[in-house]
């Protein structure tokens, strides 16, 4: 499994902690669309899988894996 630069998730600004579920990932043009309907709050940012801490991203990848199998 791995993450690419394409794909994103809302983080607060200041802690880099997802603001939404670690189900919700969005592509590049699914990100347009969805900040376009939901402008970020100054406390919010857009980042790319791959720029998050590396914590983070292990958190990631296990939730992707434990969705996976039980799928």
Do not use: C, W
Request: hydrophobic share 35%.
């Amino acid at each position: 499994m791995k993450l690419y630069d394409t794909d994103y998730v809302i983080v607060d600004s200041e802690t880099l902690e997802p603001i939404e579920s670690l189900d919700i990932i969005y592509a590049e043009d699914m990100l347009q669309e969805e900040l376009r309907n939901n402008p970020l709050s100054m406390h919010e940012r857009a980042i790319p899988m791959t720029k998050l801490p590396k914590e983070l991203q292990e958190r990631y990848l296990e939730h992707i894996e434990k969705v996976r199998s039980n799928g």
